[in-house]
């Protein structure tokens, strides 16, 4: 019996509509849209704004977006994996709570943390279900409001993060397209450098934690920037050589959008021209497990049946990862 893959069979995406910019970010914090443009790549960000507007928002908008294309009824989702560190609330899933809102009643949900690889574990995972031939239809949310979490008075933080989902429908496959190979790491020794302190059953919410501005992202840039620029590339040409892919055989890289120059590193690591590689960190910064679903939705058009993709992620744990997919339609 040939072996059944995990193809992705439809995109979908949602960012907000508030645009927060450079020169917006220059009046309140110590800044420029020079340095923010040169150190970072990042030109403007969408904001959720709005109360009780939670991460699921963006989800929901962001499956039903890829459902309207797709014309699939939404009871015919088995699965849908969440990746956030966003989450709505600490429990229950939201996975669960946008299954409830889109009405798929046939489906069990679970979220996925692992900051800015989660799309890429979540991926992983859904496709383990789809191969396993248990399930047809895996929903795969890669979601963030990161600006739930993000100090507007720290400069080094408030500049690279936005607002944003992106999900993706795998479907099982006996052709050779879908999820090739993956190649996923985490290393918790990294957690110093990229957490948010309090907030989690360590040190739960008071007013001391509060006073102390420990629910909001910590992160020391330049640490994690340089094993970003290590693990990422290292992880990238690994899956291009055990697939005995080179740069050329490469239709296009999909990379986690933290910092255009970690991309360029990687890219160039992996031999790929800037032609190929996917991206939207100048519109959107960094939109945490958002970032690759929100690149195949921008780039869907310009997708062929047979293309070969390399996502590759690196972000707080420390995770990081990589994935081939082949990509499985032409659009239209
Ligand atoms: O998403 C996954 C995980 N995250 C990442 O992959 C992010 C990785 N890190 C980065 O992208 C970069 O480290 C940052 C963009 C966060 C910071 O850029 P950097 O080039 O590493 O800056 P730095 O932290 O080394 O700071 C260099 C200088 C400092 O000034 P002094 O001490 O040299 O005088 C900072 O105070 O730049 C200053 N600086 C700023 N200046 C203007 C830091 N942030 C800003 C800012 N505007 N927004």
Redesign the pocket.
Same mark, same amino acid.
């Given at each position: 019996m040939s072996k059944i893959r995990a193809a992705i069979t439809a995109v979908g995406g949602y960012v907000p509509d508030y645009v927060l910019t450079n020169q917006e970010?220059e009046k309140m914090?110590?800044?420029?849209d020079e340095?923010?443009v040169t150190?970072?790549g990042v030109k403007e960000r969408r904001i959720l704004k709005g109360e009780n507007q939670g991460v699921s928002v963006m989800g929901v908008r962001a499956v039903n977006d890829m459902l309207s294309k797709k014309k699939i009824d939404p009871k015919e989702i088995d699965l849908i994996l969440f990746a956030t560190v966003t989450p709505d609330m600490m429990f229950p899933a939201t996975a669960n709570i946008v299954a409830a809102e889109i009405g798929a009643t046939e489906a069990f949900g679970y979220d996925i943390s692992a900051? !800015?690889s989660g799309f890429l574990f979540a991926l992983a995972t859904g496709a383990r279900f789809i191969e396993s031939g248990a399930h047809k239809k895996v929903v795969v949310i890669g979601g963030d409001k990161m600006s739930a979490i993000v100090d507007y008075t720290d400069?080094?933080? !408030?500049?690279?993060f936005g607002d944003g989902a992106g999900c993706v429908l795998l479907e099982p496959t006996t052709e050779e397209f879908g999820v090739m190979d993956s190649l996923l790491k985490s290393d918790g020794s990294g957690a110093p450098y990229?957490h948010m302190k309090a907030g989690g059953s360590l040190r739960p919410a008071s007013h001391q934690t509060v006073d102390l501005k420990q629910h909001v992202i910590y992160?020391e @840039?330049?640490t994690?920037?340089k094993f970003?620029v290590t693990n990422m590339a290292d992880v990238s040409a690994k899956i291009l050589e055990r697939n005995h892919l080179t740069g050329d055989d490469v239709a296009w890289l999909a990379p986690?959008q933290?910092?255009k120059?970690?991309i360029d590193a990687t890219a160039n690591r992996m031999g790929i021209g800037e032609e190929k590689v996917m991206m939207n960190i100048s519109k959107y910064g960094?939109t945490?497990a958002a970032t690759i679903p929100l690149l195949l939705w921008d780039y869907e058009k310009q997708l062929k049946k047979g293309d070969n993709i390399i996502m590759a992620?690196? @972000? @707080?744990g420390f995770t990081w990862g990589a994935a081939y997919v082949k990509w499985a339609y032409d659009t239209n």
């Open positions: 970010l914090v110590d800044t420029n340095w923010i150190r970072t900051a !800015c400069r080094s933080t !408030c500049i690279i990229l992160q @840039g330049s994690v920037f970003a986690h933290a910092n120059r970690i960094n945490t992620a690196f @972000g @707080g």
